[in-house]
């Protein structure tokens, strides 16, 4: 997820009480028909004597296509679209759909799905349209995305980011794990503003 598309969500989650939760789709649009012509040289133990020059067509898609993600972001795109969310324009893997006072944000990452609303009972009507689509695991409240932790505070409506994880793992592949740690630049607790 860009950098751009996790603001974008986390501050009206921030400011509105929203609540999260991740979802890993599992369907990966492999049996999806091709939307072109794609053909693939005959695998080993298939090729027949004196025909060597043959090739496959393919009828559907395969792992390992290039276009196999592309072909599967397109179905995602269609289908999320005919429920009714429509799709930011300046971070097309953020998507969002107003229905009589809810709000829900869908970010997409590749497989990976974060549901944001601010009503759980809209949170469940829009999981379970997408258990319809799409085979998927449901991970409960998003606690890590794309190895950003999420940290939240419910009783003081606060959310925090955090990449220790991301730090103390660079510190051990580089060996640094024991180096001396320093402060800041500026000191904790300084309030900074826009003037």
Not at 29 to 43: F, H, S
Not at 62 to 69: E, M
Request: hydrophobic share 35%.
């Amino acid at each position: 997820m860009p950098r751009r598309s996790g603001r974008i969500v986390s501050q009206p989650n921030r400011y509105l009480g929203l609540t999260e939760t991740q979802v890993v789709i599992l369907d990966d649009g492999v049996e999806d028909p091709l939307a072109y012509k794609q053909t693939m040289n005959d695998p080993k133990g298939f090729i027949t004597q004196g025909q060597e020059q043959n090739v496959c067509k393919l009828n559907r898609s395969i792992y390992g296509l290039k276009q196999a993600s592309r072909s599967w972001n397109i179905k995602f795109d269609t289908t999320i679209k005919s429920y009714g969310f429509d799709q930011n324009v300046d971070e097309p893997c953020v998507y969002k759909k107003i229905n009589k006072g809810k709000v829900a944000f869908l970010v997409l990452y590749v497989d990976d799905i974060l549901l944001i609303e601010n009503d759980v009972g809209y949170l469940i009507d829009v999981k379970t349209w997408l258990a319809a689509k799409f085979q998927m695991k449901y991970l409960g409240e998003a606690q890590y995305v794309l190895g950003i932790q999420i940290i939240r505070d419910h009783k003081n409506k606060t959310l925090a980011l955090s990449q220790a994880t991301y730090i103390d793992k660079m510190l051990v592949q580089y060996s640094m794990q024991n180096s001396k740690k320093g402060l800041l630049s500026f000191r904790h607790g300084v309030h900074l503003s826009k003037e």
